[in-house]
């Protein structure tokens, strides 16, 4: 390890708080720092959470796949008139639903396209039919939906009005929006996000601000090799930790890696590889603590499982054993089996926890509407885990 780190980890070790430059230099440092880095990132994790590793079993409802943003990397988007483009009909959402609960899914996970009424006509035509103006009205409808099926809504549906999330609220476990970075730098021309109004990294920030405000338990994360730096990558998860440490609503925080996909505009970009992956997790769990949740997704990096383990993580996130990753659904799921043996093997219990996180559910209860806490109770445990009930289908 070179000497210069030393007092870096060690401050991390101890549970001192990083700040940028000190992230920056792990981020920086030569390939030789990562089994150090990886090492207290391990304890840290170990520390916080013990050797339990959680992943929650849902149902992937894109709502609708037309989106008013063009970011540069994404295949989810549509426009009207193509042949994949969709909106989900509330006769659809209370079919999927009822399937998911057969099939024990307890999330149901609600990521769609932002705000497609401000720019296609026929997409407002068609909100009108179901008798809404705005697609948030909608997904309050397909929300409580769901929740009639007692599969739990956990929605993303880019950026929200604190009434929009106040609206949600009763109806949701929990909700979400990516940071993915904090620079405005990625919205100049040439990079991924120009032209996507709803990806102003200020604006992100505050939805996340108003849902703190608002005691939502918050998802949300980073977005790795998207033409970022690594300071910018340190700067992102230093915002959510202020954000979390201002308000206690961060649940989890996502360490997700860029994928080219073809036909779209960064088609020939490198992917970001396993190596930045695993020391982004690790990085991420310095920066933010060993009772942060890290989650890195099991399907964007299936060669590198074990290694995100090593690096820190203590969550899988959302699997579905009956709905495809609608944003890259070239990724697999990894089948529950493979994934509880392969966290098995590698020292740790995998546990299925519900779209909020324990904590919010027991010691920290004013983060969920008590009449959506009672309507929970009994799907939960005594230590907030999701309780296993009888499916109609096998665990995938
Ligand atoms: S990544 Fe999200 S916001 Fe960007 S175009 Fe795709 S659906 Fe829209």
Avoid at 6 to 19: H, T
Avoid at 351 to 371: K, M, S, T, V
Wanted: hydrophobic fraction near 40%.
């Amino acid at each position: 390890m070179p000497a210069s780190l030393r007092p870096i980890f060690e401050k991390a070790r101890s549970g001192g708080v990083l700040d940028a430059d000190e992230g920056t230099r792990l981020a920086e440092a030569p390939p030789e720092a990562l089994d150090d880095l990886l090492d207290v990132a391990g304890f840290l994790r170990d520390r916080g959470h013990g050797r339990t590793v959680t992943y929650s079993k849902n149902v992937f409802i894109p709502l609708t796949n037309l989106c008013r943003d063009i970011c540069d990397y994404c295949t989810f988007a549509k426009k009207p008139g193509d042949p994949m483009a969709r909106t989900w009909t509330p006769g659809e959402i209370r079919a999927i639903s009822r399937k998911a609960r057969a099939a024990g899914c307890l999330e149901a996970l609600f990521c769609l396209g932002d705000k497609p009424e401000l720019v296609y006509e026929s997409y407002r035509e068609t909100l009108r039919g179901l008798g809404f103006e705005k697609t948030s009205q909608y997904l309050v409808q397909a929300c409580a939906i769901s929740l009639d099926e007692n599969v739990f809504p956990h929605t993303n549906a880019g950026l929200l009005t604190r009434d929009e999330m106040a609206a949600l609220r009763p109806l949701n476990h929990s909700m979400g929006l990516m940071l993915e970075n904090v620079s405005p730098r990625l919205m100049e021309p040439g990079m991924p996000h120009h032209g996507c109004p709803d990806k102003v990294p200020r604006r992100r920030l505050r939805m996340m601000e108003e849902a703190g405000e608002l005691g939502i338990p918050f998802t949300t994360g980073i977005l790795l090799g998207i033409g970022e730096t690594a300071r910018e990558r340190v700067e992102s998860l230093i915002a959510i930790r202020e954000l979390g440490e201002k308000h206690g609503h961060i649940q989890e925080v996502i360490i997700q890696n860029f994928l080219p996909k073809p036909g779209t505009d960064m088609a020939d970009r490198p992917e970001a590889g396993e190596a930045l992956e695993v020391r982004t997790v690790a990085l991420a769990r310095l920066l933010l603590g060993e009772r942060c949740h890290i989650q890195a997704p099991p399907n964007l990096n299936p060669a590198a499982l074990g290694r995100l383990l090593a690096a820190g993580i203590d969550d899988w996130g959302g699997v579905s054993p009956l709905t495809i990753d609608f944003v890259n659904p070239e990724a697999p799921w990894p089948g529950l089996r493979r994934l509880e043996s392969l966290t098995t093997d590698a020292g740790f219990q995998l546990r299925e926890r519900l779209g909020i996180y324990p904590e919010y559910l027991l010691e920290r209860r004013g983060f969920i509407d008590p009449a959506l806490l009672e309507r929970t109770r009994p799907f939960m445990d005594a230590e907030g885990f999701a309780r296993p009930l009888p499916t109609t289908a096998g665990p995938g």
